[in-house]
């Protein structure tokens, strides 16, 4: 006897058959619509990372191209000492530049006290090059650059009020003009303290301004352009900012705040403008420095802090903001530092930078009162009489 097997097919074996098949069916799907996602994102992803660094690179390429076609690095005799000045340093008109409490021809009158006094030959000082378009770019924003066609920001910037009420045309040729100029000189100095150990800008320290913000006096971030320019010219790749002016510098904080290549000391007071507590982050070395600060309590703090700094950082530039805003008597830093309390700051961050076998970039920056140019010019015969600079 044999038994055919007839397949018995009933409606329910059929259905469950049809939900086996769809069941798996849509697991395929689904699984094969994961794989396409994953796929699909990891597309997404890779080129927008890859676009992310493209312009990265591309910014960075941009920069270093406006660095290299740059006039403002120009060979110099040696009949020249490293000194930078330029008349055009100077701001006055129309009486406006008094509506500020900044001496703002402290910067000539610096030059004639070295002259007069004999430290100083006249035809020895070099004259800087006026920073372009171009120059500026290499920091700042375009947006930030066209902000400063408008005489009203320019005026919030350098806090004159008045300012916003003149024709920008003349906010250009008055103000910004010798802005420009010490900008010029600031990023030739880093030029000139690689070839001969020193360089004093008799201007700049511009260091409330960042690549897309000015203020506090500061149109332009002179400091973070000296860098980037010794960053692709001048074969450098570690700096110290010292900022011992009375204020916070949180523009080059803000322009520099991921960059391991920059170390800050920052001795400020915290009482004072710019209350810039994000920046304050970006400070590698903070030294606080209340009102009221002596001269031997603050020559004691810095002493600390060098010592400090030489064993974190090793320089191959560094940038003095050699504010004098931290004078006794200014109403704007309200610190209590003597002049001979100035000259020997200055003195100890030359040691340092000679310890170090740094080169180093001074600028003057803040320094609000008259007898502010007769301080700085003091300090700088000092310096010489010290042979840490030569004339
Ligand atoms: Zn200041």
Redesign the pocket.
Known sequence: MTFRVTPVITESTRNLGKSTLYFFLTIAAIKASHSLYRCIRSLTMSSSSSSTSNSTADASTLRRNRILSSKLYFDVPLSKVPLIYSKAYDISFLGMEKLHPFDSSKWGRICRFLIVDGVLDKNSIIEPLEASKDDLLVVHTESYLSSLKSSANVAMIIEVPPVALLPNCLVQQKVLYPFRKQVGGTVLAAKLAKERGWAINVGGGF?HCCSERGG?FCAYADISLCIHYAFNRLDISKVMIIDL???QGNGHERDFSNDRRVHILDMYNPEIYPFDHEARRYIDQKVEVVSGTTTDEYLVKLDEALVVAGKMFDPELVVFNA?T?ILDGDP??RLKISPDGITSRDEKVFRFAREKNASLVMLT????MKSSARVIADSIANLSKQTLINF
Not at 365 to 368: C, I
């Open positions: 260091h506090g002016d009375a204020h504010g805003d704007l830093g920056s803040g320094g609000y």
